[in-house]
């Protein structure tokens, strides 16, 4: 409704209304700025717009029989300076035109009145159907808040509401959705220019954990809470207080920026330090003293954010007498994470503040640290001095951590957060939190460090060899990769200190070098690649390497091929490490001529012959050789193959599947083969056909029917676009039963996937028959069903990641999730060991491009693992 169809009198009723209200407002930020209390201005803020609405009911009235509710932040009770006002109007029955018609004039008269509106209309029906669908609105129904209207509709409201309310799906629901939110802003609390409501770490956070407690019963407040058991008394206070300063911070940033802003950008970093008060003076500016400030409540709310998590799933999913399972003498496994028998463990034996991180690499059937873990380590962590550093069974404990196989971001990560890796390396304590200021650091120095160490690991990854093929390669082929994450722990080690910080670093890397004894070569390796880490990088971007002397005297200053791909290898981690708008096409195609060309002038033009891939191939030329083909038969099929697909299969298998499809590159006809595993039991079978939607359920809803359990699994899409699948199966029987299935296997998946109707069959059709579910053992030991979805490097896939108890037909169900929400999978390695399943797959779908499917395809997963 115009305001110029609005009656003169009615005009001048919501001028005096928005004049009364702005005029509230500005008299309760005035008491605001003189006693800088946040749940009081909030608090108020809200009080005033109710008062507000009410007042313009009597102007623009709800349809017959309706009643008006507050609802989100709004309806909790708090309203921030320039926040949306989140209305529902709810309604006995569907509006009609005359409903609309008022509903539309209130919604109009909010926005003369200068509220910005949030509002739906809906019947008690249309809000349980639309909270069903979408745990964001459910929430904010969940905290809605009487305004006006029918008293009798908004109690039945209520009632519905909790009457339909799951708290074990609410909980898992929200925690699927923080888990987004989290991926959304990788992972990291610790971004130069935070959101301080939606960034790990911040607000939104502090309000999930609220939300989960006061769904399962447990209180409203961090009092309740705590007398709940959920935590400690003084991590209450803890967290009243970070939730206090975040409120601050984001009513001062609304004030300063005049709008709903939540981010602190750099352009408001040096206001916000003024108004709270940091003078300028001294090595640091204003706005770092404030950002530390900053990141300090952050990775407080962070660290008992974990907390909470882990003591409200164990209240309401665990079996209360489940037994602790002993790892040594000192650690337990309790629900699936790392627990200790005695509460002073790290006092008796500090040595196990590295211990148990290695432990957790040790042991993959750890989802992570008990509650109880993590709160000990926190405290303890004061008994890391000097002579805990010079104690050699801590450094080697320190060295293994980087040599594991497996965990070591996942638990330098954690050391940080819990302050035991700034204990261990001093210098590492001094850069947690430090601001970068140039063009390029999207991160936190101490942060930025750790990405360099992922972007490293995930080179070392098959299911990331799709992103950055090269370096997947030279990394398989590199003796000790822990030399580079060690080189990438120390190559900022020093900024912030004035001077060259590569001079610095390399020699604080000497120093590590030289106290955990590191040998001759590889402690000039590591010194080696911290000095010159920025080397590669300004020669490639600033020199001409078309011109031989330009390569020929950075190759000088390389002097071999090792040390030349280990810093190869850091450079390109180290700028995908510093933010994501900073690598590039063209910096990656620099940095690989340069090094292309560099590897040719030190005289490594050939592959190396002692490489692992060429290694691979050879080994599998030569046994095509013996089978008859010529030494161009692979060609045609090798060339339709990446790094990727090499990286996942031995030189035996390799061999097998090239015998049997080098002359069916571009067959029309699906292809199947067959043979009784040559390592271990089962039988293993090859899958070739053009890649075709619902092919993977497919697959597997044939295993599924002749009871043929899938133990492993790799899924490949060729560089034309067929399919190239493997699997190995345990079928029933003895093994020369086993070996009879080999011809019926190939002729009936054959058949099944050349027959069209079989598309609409896995799509369609009723889940086949499980059988039996699972083992005793994975009965008496279960392991929690766990779905991680994160976006690759590229940003144009997804990996998900999936650990659960194996039983029969779960990877088909899973597949046929896929199929439901019309997910492509490119990639995938399926794994079983023992009763544990650990599948990794690389996706993509417009199903993930949008939250809420996102979120549905999520829980669609986990009721599938169930």
């Known amino acids: 409704m115009p305001t110029a169809l609005v009656n003169p009198p009615v005009q001048r009723d919501l001028r005096e209304l928005r004049d009364t209200m702005r005029a509230q407002r500005e008299q309760a930020i005035e008491t605001y700025r003189a006693n800088l209390r946040a749940d009081s201005l909030l608090t108020e803020l809200r009080r005033i717009v109710d008062r507000t609405l009410v007042a313009l009911l009597e102007i623009n009235p709800l349809p017959s029989g309706a009643a008006l509710a507050a609802v989100g932040g709004y309806g909790r009770g708090e309203l921030y300076p320039y926040s949306d006002v989140d209305v529902l109007v709810l309604l006995r029955q569907p509006a009609d035109a005359e409903d609309e018609a008022r509903i539309g004039g209130l919604i109009t008269a909010l926005w003369d009145i200068g509220l910005e509106p949030g509002h739906s209309a809906r019947t008690i029906e249309e809000c349980m159907a639309e909270a069903a669908r979408d745990i964001t609105v459910e929430t904010a129904l969940l905290e809605a808040r009487y305004l006006a209207g029918s008293h009798a509709l908004m109690r039945r409201f209520e009632t519905a509401m909790q009457g339909r309310l799951d708290k074990r799906a609410f909980f898992h629901d929200k925690l699927l959705e923080m888990q987004q939110r989290h991926t959304k802003y990788n992972y990291t609390p610790y971004a130069l220019e935070p959101n301080c409501k939606e960034s790990p770490g911040g607000l939104r956070d502090l309000q999930v954990i609220l939300w989960m407690a006061r769904a399962a019963g447990f209180g409203k407040t961090w009092a309740q809470i705590a007398r709940a058991g959920l935590l400690t008394a003084d991590e209450a206070r803890h967290l009243r207080r970070a939730e206090q300063a975040f409120k601050r911070l984001r009513i001062e940033l609304h004030l300063l920026t005049r709008r709903r802003e939540d981010r602190l950008v750099f352009d408001v970093q040096p206001a916000m330090a003024k108004v709270y008060g940091f003078a300028a003076g001294g090595p640091r500016r204003p706005s770092e003293m404030l950002m530390q400030r900053y990141y300090w409540a952050a990775k407080l ?411 492993d699994a790799r899924i490949h899409t060729t560089r034309h676009g067929w399919a190239l699948d493997s699997f190995v199966v345990l079928a029933p029987g003895t093994p020369s039963e086993q070996r009879s299935l080999l011809s019926l296997v190939e002729h009936e998946l054959t058949r099944s996937l050349a027959d069209s109707r079989a598309r609409d069959q896995a799509a369609g059709s009723p889940a086949v028959p499980l059988g039996p579910r699972q083992s005793r053992q994975s009965r008496m030991f279960p392991i929690t069903p766990t779905v991680e979805l994160r976006p690759d490097e590229r940003g144009q896939s997804w990996i998900l990641s999936v650990t659960a108890s194996d039983r029969t037909g779960l990877l088909h169900a899973l597949a046929r999730t896929f199929a439901q929400h019309r997910i492509n999978l490119k990639t995938a390695k399926v794994m079983t060991l023992g009763e544990r399943v650990e599948d990794t797959f690389l996706i993509d779908g417009g199903a993930l491009n949008n939250p809420r499917s996102q979120i549905q395809f999520e829980q669609d997963l986990l009721e599938a693992l169930q």
């Open 301 to 711: 709310v962070t660290q008992l954010n974990t907390i909470l998590v882990q003591n409200l799933e164990e209240r309401l999913f665990s079996s209360p007498d489940q037994q602790a399972q002993p790892i040594d003498e000192d650690f337990c496994s309790r629900h699936e994470r790392l627990d200790m028998y005695r509460d002073d463990a790290f006092e008796r034996k500090p040595v196990l503040l590295l211990r148990a991180f290695l432990v957790m690499q040790q042991r993959p059937e750890l989802k992570g640290m008990s509650a109880r873990m993590l709160r000990a380590i926190w405290h303890a962590r004061r008994l890391i001095d000097a002579q805990f550093r010079r104690n050699p069974v801590n450094r080697h404990l320190f060295l293994s951590i980087l040599q594991q196989p497996r965990g070591i971001v996942h638990e330098l990560r954690r050391m940080n957060d819990l302050s035991i890796l700034p204990r261990y390396l001093p210098p590492f304590r001094r850069i947690v939190g430090q601001m970068q200021h140039d063009l390029f650091h999207a991160y936190t120095v101490d942060q930025h460090i750790l990405m360099v160490v992922r972007n490293l690991r995930r080179f070392t990854m098959p299911e990331h060899a799709h992103e950055y093929p090269l370096c997947s390669q030279l990394m398989a082929n590199f003796d000790q990769p822990w030399l580079l994450y060690a080189a990438a722990l120390f190559h900022d080690i020093a900024k912030g200190r004035g001077g060259d910080h590569s001079v610095l670093g390399s020699a604080e890397a000497r120093k590590f070098a030289r106290a955990h004894g590191l040998g001759k070569e590889d402690a000039e390796l590591l010194e080696f690649l911290v000095h010159e880490h920025l080397t590669l990088s300004s020669v490639a971007q600033k020199k001409d390497i078309s011109d031989p002397r330009v390569v020929q005297e950075f190759a000088q200053s390389m002097g071999d091929i090792r040390h030349l791909t280990a810093l190869y290898l850091l450079t390109v981690a180290d700028i995908r490490g510093t933010s994501p708008k900073v690598w590039n096409a063209w910096k990656a195609k620099l940095l690989e001529d340069l090094f292309l060309k560099t590897q040719r002038t030190l005289g490594a033009g050939r592959p190396d012959p002692k490489a692992i891939l060429e290694n691979r191939k050879a080994e599998a030329l030569g046994a095509l050789r013996l089978a008859g083909l010529t030494e161009d038969a692979h060609e045609e099929l090798w060339k339709q193959l990446d790094v990727a697909y090499f990286l996942r299969h031995e030189a035996p298998e390799i061999a097998w599947q090239t015998r049997h499809l080098y002359n069916k590159v571009n067959s029309a006809e699906p292809i199947v083969r067959a043979r009784v595993a040559l390592i271990g039991e089962g039988l293993q079978i090859v899958v070739y056909v053009h890649d075709q939607p619902d092919l993977f359920a497919r697959i597997c809803g044939y295993f599924d029917e002749r009871h043929l359990s899938i133990q």
